[in-house]
């Protein structure tokens, strides 16, 4: 078996990967934050970081995978203000569809999934430490600010130097920092907002902090490997580095892993551009394995452009998987095949994707030309093709349930009545009525199914829209 290496964006390049304690990984993934649907970008983490924990297991390690969910920051305070809601109604409600859309996308739940309210006492340890040790300070107005300055490494994730960086430009001054890139830990509270108790007085914690304080405390003060969307490289996971290992003593993470941008069209997903679509909205038109397709068919690190056209041919992709899967009975090969080793190169060379996928297709080619003349090499090959979906999260639908869906297929027809032609054109076929057998085949065509016949066998799926 080839390394695994992985683009560690600490050191912008390819690393092999060694776990701290060999045979073990821990992950952790910044998660949502619950105010509103999940949206495509959101579906990109999702799918990305829960391929990444199902092939380090597929490669046989042990992995304790965590994705936290922000529910509570100025966003979520100020949509329930907005709803006339109480904030953990609000968030309670989107966590629930947050795992509806997890579901639709084969996105296995992570081995835990910490809530930001239930790890204030953690947070508050952290922040009197930070204090204690000179990198936390209490300003004028009452919040407790992180002292940028006192971090020897700040800018090592993202390679940029405090003093090359144009405070007025780029950030908000404020008459209670110290340094205008200084960053608030713990937030007074404000009248009508929740809170919660602190040797600060009441209030409650900054966005970075929720991270490091639920990190370290559910994989300790040092592990493996962080993710989360490229966005979120500055100032967040930057400002999770200097807050940890100030606090602990400790390097934070070993490999930093940030994946692409999501575009529309090749523009920027934006909302003020209009062009922001949820994931609940593109599962009105595309079955979630055609989304997940979509999704992991680009390398995890490249941007990743959304439009229509991409989900059809993800679409006609998956079908071509599923298809090459029916009629055969997949029998385990006793000896790794090349189509398995090259699948394996491939996503040992920094989760390639996209490569391994090329793969999947050569080797689905070949089981269909081997379906007639080699059953039992095309068994072996069946058993090959599912492997290499599992750790992907791909086909692991029954074939025919998969083809004959009729989510955004061409078809309509209901499928007891394509049974019904079906059943009329072999009996044409029986009378030796070729015509009337060519005719029901090509009116099933007009309406979007199409008719496979092999030996006296005869099969069916819908043609995609």
Same mark, same amino acid.
């Given at each position: 078996? @080839?390394?695994? =290496?992985?683009?560690?964006?600490?050191?912008?390049?390819?690393?092999?990967?060694?776990?701290?304690?060999?045979?073990?990984?821990?992950?952790?993934?910044?998660?949502?934050?619950?105010?509103?649907?999940?949206?495509?970008?959101?579906?990109?983490?999702?799918?990305?970081?829960?391929?990444?924990?199902?092939?380090?297991?597929?490669?046989?390690?042990?992995?304790?995978?965590?994705?936290?969910?922000?529910?509570?920051?100025?966003?979520?305070?100020?949509?329930?203000?907005?709803?006339?809601?109480?904030?953990?109604?609000? &968030?309670?409600?989107?966590?629930?569809?947050?795992? =509806?859309? %997890?579901?639709? +996308?084969?996105?296995?739940?992570?081995d835990l999934e910490p809530l930001a309210t239930d790890s204030i006492d953690d947070m508050i340890a952290m922040i009197k430490t930070l204090i204690k040790k000179e990198h936390a300070y209490i300003g004028a107005n009452g919040d407790v600010y992180y002292a940028v300055d006192s971090f020897k490494n700040?800018?090592?994730?993202?390679?940029?130097?405090?003093?090359?960086?144009?405070?007025? %430009?780029?950030?908000?001054?404020?008459?209670?920092? +110290?340094?205008?890139?200084?960053?608030?830990?713990?937030?007074?509270?404000?009248?009508?907002?929740?809170?919660?108790?602190?040797?600060?007085?009441?209030?409650?914690?900054?966005?970075?902090?929720?991270?490091?304080?639920?990190? &370290?405390?559910?994989?300790?003060?040092?592990?493996?490997?962080?993710?989360?969307?490229?966005?979120?490289? /500055?100032?967040?996971?930057?400002?999770?580095?200097?807050? *940890?290992?100030?606090?602990?003593?400790?390097?934070?993470?070993? &490999?930093?892993?940030?994946?692409?941008?999501?575009?529309?069209?090749?523009?920027? $997903?934006?909302?003020?551009?209009?062009? /922001?679509? &949820?994931?609940?909205?593109?599962?009105?038109?595309?079955?979630? %394995?055609?989304?997940?397709? /979509?999704?992991? @068919? *680009?390398?995890?690190?490249?941007?990743?452009?959304?439009?229509?056209?991409?989900?059809?041919?993800?679409?006609?992709?998956?079908?071509?998987?599923?298809? !090459?899967?029916?009629?055969?009975?997949?029998?385990?090969?006793?000896?790794?095949?090349?189509?398995?080793?090259?699948?394996?190169?491939?996503?040992?060379?920094?989760?390639?994707?996209?490569?391994?996928?090329?793969?999947? /297709?050569?080797?689905?080619? %070949?089981?269909?030309?081997?379906? $007639?003349? !080699?059953?039992?090499?095309? *068994?072996?090959?069946? @058993?090959?093709?599912?492997?290499?979906?599992e750790p992907l999260g791909l086909i692991g639908q029954d074939p025919e349930e998969f083809l004959h869906s009729d989510m955004g297929a061409k078809s309509t027809i209901k499928s007891d009545a394509i049974e019904k032609a079906i059943a009329r054109r072999l009996q044409a076929k029986l009378d030796k009525n070729w015509a009337l057998a060519d005719q029901i085949r090509d009116e099933l065509k007009d309406?979007?199914?199409?008719?496979?016949?092999?030996?006296?066998?005869?099969?069916?799926?819908?043609? *995609?829209?």
């Open positions: 078996m @080839s390394v695994l =290496k992985i683009h560690n964006t600490l050191t912008r390049q390819k690393e092999v990967f060694v776990p701290i304690n060999e045979g073990h990984v821990n992950l952790y993934v910044c998660g949502m934050t619950v105010y509103d649907f999940c949206h495509i970008g959101h579906a990109r983490v999702m799918v990305v970081f829960d391929m990444v924990s199902r092939y380090l297991r597929y490669l046989g390690y042990q992995v304790k995978y965590v994705r936290n969910i922000t529910d509570i920051d100025d966003k979520i305070i100020a949509r329930s203000i907005e709803n006339n809601e109480n904030y953990s109604q609000l &968030t309670k409600r989107f966590i629930d569809e947050m795992h =509806k859309d %997890e579901a639709a +996308l084969n996105v296995r739940h992570p700040y800018g090592q994730l993202s390679k940029r130097q405090l003093d090359d960086m144009n405070a007025g %430009e780029r950030i908000d001054v404020d008459e209670n920092k +110290l340094n205008p890139f200084d960053f608030v830990l713990w937030k007074s509270a404000k009248e009508g907002e929740p809170s919660w108790e602190s040797p600060w007085g009441d209030g409650r914690p900054g966005w970075h902090i929720e991270c490091s304080a639920m990190a &370290t405390c559910c994989l300790g003060n040092h592990f493996d490997i962080h993710g989360g969307g490229m966005d979120l490289q /500055f100032p967040h996971h930057e400002n999770e580095i200097a807050q *940890s290992e100030a606090a602990t003593g400790e390097k934070y993470v070993n &490999t930093w892993m940030h994946n692409g941008f999501v575009r529309i069209d090749d523009e920027k $997903m934006s909302k003020s551009l209009g062009n /922001f679509f &949820t994931v609940r909205d593109v599962l009105k038109q595309y079955r979630g %394995e055609e989304i997940r397709f /979509f999704v992991l @068919s *680009s390398h995890y690190r490249s941007a990743l452009n959304y439009s229509d056209d991409q989900l059809k041919e993800s679409r006609a992709a998956i079908e071509r998987l599923y298809t !090459a899967l029916r009629h055969v009975d997949a029998v385990e090969n006793s000896i790794k095949s090349p189509y398995i080793e090259r699948f394996e190169k491939a996503m040992n060379d920094d989760f390639n994707t996209a490569k391994a996928i090329s793969v999947m /297709f050569e080797c689905a080619n %070949e089981l269909n030309k081997l379906k $007639m003349t !080699a059953p039992d090499e095309a *068994s072996k090959l069946a @058993s090959d093709l599912l492997k290499m979906g309406q979007g199914v199409i008719l496979e016949d092999a030996g006296k066998e005869t099969t069916w799926r819908r043609a *995609s829209a």
